[in-house]
C-alpha cells in the first residue's frame, strides 16, 4: 500500500519552537517499508498549511493517510490535513500522544477514520493488512474507531521490549537536515530519541497513556551506531539534543554510552535530561568526557508542598543539590518549570523564583500547566477553575508555550503578570550570570561579544 505520513507540527512562529526530526512517522514509517509498503514522509513542522502543502499530498496518490497529532495547535493542523484526505475518499489515521487523551471526541468530530492508541508501529502494520484484504478489526489491538456510530476500543497492545529489534528511523527521507540544526555550543546539533517511556509518577504527564510506567531503551551501542551514522549522513552535525523522557533511567547504561563515546574518540557536544535524585558526581564526570555539556533538570516548582502535589518524588533541596553538582563538573543547567499548577499561591510562585536565584540556571523553560484527561492531575484542575473544552477546536487552542496561555486555562487570577514578570527577571539574570562566567574565562573578547548581543536585541526590539 502506497502511504502518506505526515507530522503537521506547530504553526509558523509560534513561541520558541524549532523544527525536529519527527521520530514518530520516521520509526512507523520505516517499520511500514519493512513490510513491503510504500512510505511517503511529509514533515511541515514551523510551515504554513496551504495549497501548496495540499497538493503535494494529492499528488502523491497515497492510499493511506497517516498524522502525528497532539493536544495543541497540532491538532488544529491536523484537522485541516484530514479534511483534504477526507474529501478524495482516502482513509484517516491519527496516532501519537494526543490520541490518548480525548478518543472518542476526536473520532466523532473529527475526520479521521482510525486512532492508533500508543505505540504505533505494529498496530497499524496490522490495520493496514486488514484493511487491504478487507479483514475485521476488533481483533488488532492498540485501535480505536467508530462502526455504525458506536465507539470501538480495542486491547491495549503491548509494548515493543527490545527496541533494538525496529528498524531505523528514516532519516534519507527527510531531505536537508539543516532545517533540523539547533546551535549547541558552537555546532550544528539535531534531535535524538534513545529510549521510551519514564518510570516517573508525575501526575501532570500525558505520555504514561502512551507508554504506561515502563521504560524501553536502545543498547549503549545500538545509539553510538545511531550517532555515527547521522554524522555519516550529514557531516555538518556534531551535536545531539538527547529528546527521551528521561535519558538517565539506567545511570549505568549512559556511562555504557558515554565510555563508547570515549573509546571512539567521536568530537561532539550533546545535552540531556536528568531527575534531580539521579545525579551524581561520577556520572556527570564521565558524561562531561564523553561531551555532555548541559543537563536538563526538571524543576517544576519550587515548592515543596507542589513537588509533593505533583509526585515529583523530589525535594526543593535536592534540586538545589543536583545544579550545585552540575555547575561543580563544569557543565550547564537547563531548568524546567511548570507554571499555573493547580492550587499555585503567590508564595508557590516566590518560593520557584527563588530556587532559580539559588540555582542559577544558564537556561530556563518556562512551560504552562495543561489539564489533560486520563492524568491524575485532571480533576483538581477542574475542581479548581479548568473547563474542559467541548470540541476539538478548543483543544487545539489550549496553549503550553506561552505564559499568557495560563488564563485561558482559569486555574489562577494572578499567575500570569507574576509569571511574565519572574520570566522577565530570570532570562535577564541567567544573560548576565553567562556574562560574568564568559568574562572570567576570556576577559579580553567578552566584552565585545556582550556589545554585540545587546546591540541585536535592541535591533530586535526595536523593530518588534
Request: proline content about 5%; aromatic content about 8%; glycine content about 8%.
Amino acid at each position: 500500500m502506497r502511504i502518506a505520513l505526515i507530522n503537521v507540527g506547530f504553526e509558523p512562529g509560534e513561541g520558541d519552537l524549532r523544527p525536529a526530526p519527527p521520530y514518530g512517522i520516521m520509526t512507523v514509517g520505516a517499520y511500514l517499508e519493512s513490510k513491503g509498503h510504500e512510505v511517503l514522509l511529509f514533515d511541515w513542522s514551523g510551515e504554513k498549511i496551504d495549497d501548496d502543502k495540499r497538493r503535494s499530498l494529492l499528488n502523491a496518490k497515497p492510499e493511506l493517510v497517516g498524522l502525528h497529532v497532539k493536544i495543541s495547535t497540532a491538532l488544529l493542523r491536523a484537522i485541516q490535513v484530514s479534511k483534504w484526505a477526507k474529501a478524495n475518499k482516502i482513509p484517516v489515521v491519527w496516532g501519537g500522544p494526543g490520541t490518548m487523551v480525548i478518543p472518542e471526541l476526536m473520532l466523532r468530530e473529527g475526520p479521521v477514520d482510525y486512532l492508533v492508541l500508543g505505540e504505533g508501529e505494529q498496530t497499524i502494520s496490522e490495520l493496514v493488512d486488514a484493511l487491504k484484504q478487507n479483514l475485521p478489526l476488533q481483533d488488532i489491538k492498540g485501535l480505536a474507531y467508530l462502526k455504525e456510530g458506536q465507539y470501538i476500543r480495542t486491547a491495549a497492545r503491548e509494548r515493543i521490549t527490545d527496541l533494538n529489534s525496529l528498524p531505523k528511523p528514516l532519516w534519507n527521507k527527510l531531505g536537508d537536515l539543516a532545517r533540523y540544526f539547533t546551535p549547541l555550543y558552537g555546532r550544528n546539533a539535531i534531535s535524538l530519541v534513545t529510549s521510551r517511556g519514564c518510570p516517573g509518577n508525575c501526575t501532570f504527564c500525558y505520555s504514561k497513556m502512551m507508554w504506561g510506567y515502563k521504560w524501553y531503551a536502545l543498547s549503549p551501542q545500538r545509539v553510538v551506531d545511531d550517532i555515527e551514522e547521522i554524522m555519516r549522513l550529514d557531516p555538518r552535525i556534531s551535536g545531539f539534543i538527547i529528546m527521551d523522557d528521561l535519558f538517565a533511567t539506567d545511570p549505568q547504561r549512559v556511562k555504557d554510552i558515554c565510555s563508547i563515546i570515549i573509546d571512539k574518540k567521536l568530537d561532539i557536544v550533546w545535552n540531556c535530561e536528568i531527575r534531580a535524585d539521579m545525579i551524581d558526581q561520577s556520572l556527570l564526570a564521565v558524561m562531561k568526557q564523553a561531551g555532555c555539556k548541559q543537563i536538563l533538570v526538571g524543576v517544576e516548582s519550587g515548592s515543596d508542598r507542589l513537588l509533593q502535589m505533583v509526585r515529583k518524588d523530589v525535594s526543593a533541596e535536592d534540586i538545589i543539590q543536583a545544579a550545585k553538582l552540575i555547575h561543580e563538573a563544569d557543565m550547564e543547567v537547563y531548568a524546567m518549570v511548570i507554571n499555573g499548577l493547580p492550587t499555585e499561591t503567590k508564595e508557590d510562585i516566590r518560593r520557584t523564583e527563588r530556587m532559580l536565584d539559588v540555582i542559577k540556571p544558564e537556561y530556563t523553560e518556562f512551560l504552562t500547566y495543561m489539564p489533560y484527561p486520563g492524568t491524575v492531575l485532571f480533576d483538581s484542575a477542574v475542581e479548581h477553575g479548568f473547563s474542559p473544552p467541548t470540541n476539538l477546536e478548543g483543544w487545539g487552542d489550549m496553549g503550553t508555550f506561552s505564559v499568557a496561555s495560563i488564563h485561558d486555562k482559569g486555574l489562577t487570577s494572578y499567575a500570569n503578570k507574576m509569571y511574565l514578570a519572574m520570566e522577565k527577571r530570570t532570562k535577564r539574570k541567567a544573560t548576565m550570570n553567562s556574562y560574568l562566567k564568559s568574562i572570567s574565562k576570556d576577559p579580553f573578547t567578552a566584552p565585545l561579544r556582550a556589545l554585540r548581543f545587546m546591540m541585536k536585541r535592541k535591533g530586535d526590539n526595536n523593530g518588534a
